[in-house]
């Protein structure tokens, strides 16, 4: 196989990894977001059902999380698609959202707990309801406040994608087990290419948090 052959599978797998985090990360965050806003409810049973969902997935391994969606949903008759890739894509993906939303949630709670309880106050008095106080007042201060924490998150989200190579989908880390494979004889310079790889995908993310930080945070 020559150099560009090589270049064209890591690029594949570059891709499948940018690919998995940009769906998990909006999945995340909208999860994470419904998660947190459940935790500070007035209603009991969702603070009850958000915190024990958060408390039992992010105590999983992803492994165990991805095992049971690609593998478990299917047993019970749950498929995305007849396809056995899209299928696997599909549930890998739905596995790191389920894992992620539960970080994201911990992390936006904090944020929420720095907001002065007299604002929530005050948008009650003027006659905001609670998902109305939560979406216009409380959690547009608690995600600027918690942007570098969040960043950290999706940092680690980007990396927790290798998990899904190893149910038959195509990102980094199978890129380059392909690539040991067909030329054996370049095993180090694929390890090194791999890890700059995930080391300027990581760069990227924190460059793109450490902006958004600066603009938008929020210091109490």
Do not use: H
Not at 2 to 19: I, R
């Amino acid at each position: 196989m020559n150099t560009a052959a090589l270049f064209d599978l890591f690029a594949s797998g570059v891709w499948g990894t940018v690919k998995f985090f940009l769906i998990t990360a909006v999945g995340a965050l909208l999860g994470g977001t419904v998660l947190a806003a459940m935790r500070v409810s007035p209603t009991p049973v969702l603070r009850a059902a958000s915190a024990a969902y958060v408390n039992v997935v992010r105590n999983t391994p992803l492994t165990l999380v991805m095992f049971f969606c690609v593998f478990g949903l299917p047993f019970l008759e749950i498929r995305a698609s007849k396809d056995a890739g899209i299928n696997s894509f599909f549930m890998a993906t739905v596995a790191l959202i389920a894992y992620t939303s539960c970080f994201v949630a911990e992390t936006l709670r904090s944020g929420i707990s720095t907001v002065p309880v007299g604002q929530a106050e005050a948008a009650r008095s003027i006659g905001l309801k609670f998902g109305q106080t939560l979406r216009f007042v409380v959690l547009p201060q608690a995600f600027r406040t918690v942007i570098p924490p969040l960043g950290s998150v999706l940092i680690a989200m980007l990396k927790n994608t290798s998990i899904a190579s190893g149910f038959n989908n195509r990102e980094l880390i199978s890129a380059m087990r392909g690539a040991i494979e067909l030329r054996g004889d370049l095993t180090i310079v694929i390890l090194l290419a791999t890890a700059v790889s995930y080391l300027l995908l990581s760069l990227i993310l924190g460059r793109l948090f450490t902006y958004l930080e600066r603009k938008w945070v929020i210091v109490r």
